[in-house]
């Protein structure tokens, strides 16, 4: 993958993140779950932030990262469970 298929990626990941947190915004002050649910962000915050800043090579890695934090964060959000 080049670098202008990389700057894409990310640019789409940020426009999905923003959108994330317009929903936690909208949802989480009022949530039972928000304990549980900043656990899950900043859980998966750090595996970011470890993954980009450690000795990795891949930017993948990274990115699969931050994937996996949008799709587990919208899944909680939007599960059927009551938040």
């Known amino acids: 993958m080049d670098m202008l298929e990389h700057e894409s990626r990310i640019n ?9 947190q317009m929903l936690l915004l909208s949802v989480v002050a009022n949530s039972g779950r928000r304990v549980e649910i900043a656990n899950h962000l900043q859980e998966e915050a750090r595996r970011t932030l470890a993954t980009m800043n450690g000795e990795s090579a891949l930017p993948d890695e990274a990115l699969h990262h931050l994937e996996t ?3 587990t964060t919208v899944d909680m959000l939007l599960s059927d469970e009551a938040i």
Do not use: A, I, S
Not at 12 to 20: A, E, I, P, S, Y
């Open 12 to 20: 789409q990941l940020t426009g999905n993140l923003m959108g994330v």
């Open 69 to 71: 934090w949008l799709t």
